[in-house]
């Protein structure tokens, strides 16, 4: 299927030319402004009843009306067509049909007797089309040569798009300023160089960001381009309930007023601050009077300083601040804020991960506690000494036989002598001297 609205004619070897259009194609395939899918293209009306007599149809950008089919032509998304115009004709991509185009009118209060609503002369033919990309391919001279005259003229203007006819009779200059313009030596000037009638629309900077354009700083395609139609008013007020910076050149958009965007969680934001104080709220302390600086929406968090020295910020949660408040209502002074913050992270519980389920040794951590387990001695011989020093200590211990006594040792070499009073003996030190001797016997 060709693209009409830019006239880029299909595509090349089975992949889409670039229609240069900004992403405002007509031809309905999601790539427009605000599509509408005809969920009821398959569906048939019972009965053997007639469908919808209007159809909508799409133009440069976003502009879209809706036409009477009056001679009940075959229209189907993606046709171009010749419609009706205040002179002349114009040519344009249909790009709803059905019952669907009966609730769209229905939004905007239209009927099929509205004066707004125009006829469809006939399926657009080579002739028609032929002229209508022929026009369109001088829209970007126009627009420099026009903006060229109204520099030279001195009017404090900025033409931002300009708009042919279908038929190339007509020619629509949008543009945008601060205050009125006057047109009467201008409109003359244009006639004479373009040799067109003129028409002259004042837009929006917002909707001058909508035809222009553009990739915004999220990364994504401007909202006012895709999908935005209601421009609501945006204030620094929004700004200041989501806590965010007063800074120009991150609030404003690409149109140079602040971004539409600030409205979205703007709801969400005054529900969370309903469980907050007011940021205007103060409490006296031994050291004066705290006022509130800063507020954490996502951790519930609001951080108080002395009025007279704001260089030290404590913070502290919102069920503090209430019980902070109404104790200050009821009279009482409280201590100085570091008092406070100290006593708070004192009494301030700490969760212990007694199961350890947040540690990653607890696997490694079992795996050797198992390997330093007790082992039991193998044919009668003594435990090692790191499994003997764990064991529990008797109140009465005996001197064990040597390990390697010899034939020769006497038996009771190693046993104390009887008696109350007399030292235990130190079986380390016994340990370490027996066993040179040993060693030496042996030998």
């Not at 009494?347 to 540690?359: A, G, M």
């Amino acid at each position: 299927m060709g693209c009409g609205s830019c006239g880029t004619g299909g595509t090349d070897n089975g992949l889409p030319k670039g229609c240069g259009n900004n992403g405002a194609c007509g031809v309905g395939s999601g790539c427009g402004k605000m599509p509408v899918f005809d969920w009821l293209s398959n569906m048939r009306l019972p009965d053997g009843q007639l469908g919808f007599n209007c159809v909508e149809v799409r133009f440069k950008n976003d502009r879209k009306q809706y036409y009477k089919n009056s001679n009940h032509l075959p229209l189907s998304m993606g046709d171009i067509v010749a419609v009706e115009a205040q002179s002349g004709h114009d040519v344009g991509v249909v790009t709803l049909t059905g019952e669907l185009v009966r609730i769209q009118m229905k939004k905007r209060r239209l009927t099929e007797e509205s004066d707004e609503v125009r006829k469809v002369y006939r399926i657009a033919n080579e002739k028609d089309v032929e002229t209508w990309r022929s026009v369109q391919a001088k829209e970007q001279e126009t627009m420099m040569r026009a903006r060229r005259i109204a520099v030279n003229l001195g009017l404090e203007m900025k033409i931002s798009d300009v708009e042919y006819q279908g038929d190339g009779n007509k020619v629509i200059f949008y543009y945008t300023a601060e205050g009125r313009v006057d047109f009467r030596m201008l409109i003359k000037e244009y006639a004479a160089a373009f040799g067109v009638r003129i028409e002259m629309k004042q837009i929006g900077y917002r909707q001058e960001a909508a035809k222009v354009g553009g990739i915004g700083s999220c990364g994504r395609e401007l909202c006012c381009s895709t999908w935005l139609t209601d421009f609501r008013s945006v204030n620094t007020t929004a700004a200041r309930y989501q806590q965010l910076s007063i800074n120009p050149q991150k609030l404003a958009g690409q149109c140079g007023k602040l971004k539409c965007c600030l409205n979205y969680e703007l709801d969400s934001y005054l529900d969370a601050l309903d469980e907050f104080p007011s940021l205007e709220s103060t409490f006296e302390t031994e050291k004066g009077k705290a006022t509130c600086v800063k507020v954490d929406v996502f951790k519930k968090e609001m951080w108080f300083t002395y009025e007279n020295s704001g260089t030290n910020w404590h913070k502290f949660s919102v069920s503090q601040t209430h019980e902070f408040l109404s104790l200050s209502k009821s009279g009482q002074k409280l201590p100085a804020l570091e008092d406070l913050a100290k006593d708070m992270t004192e009494t301030k519980k700490v969760s212990v991960d007694v199961i350890e389920e947040n540690s990653l040794e607890r696997f490694e951590k079992k795996s050797r506690n198992r390997n330093k387990k007790f082992k039991k001695p193998n044919n009668g011989s003594a435990p090692n000494r790191e499994s003997a020093s764990k064991r529990p200590r008797k109140t009465k211990q005996r001197n064990p036989a040597p390990k390697n006594a010899g034939k020769d040792e006497p038996k009771n070499a190693t046993q104390p002598a009887a008696g109350k009073n007399k030292p235990k003996p130190n079986h380390s030190k016994n340990r370490n001297k027996r066993g040179p001797q040993n060693r030496n016997e042996k030998d």
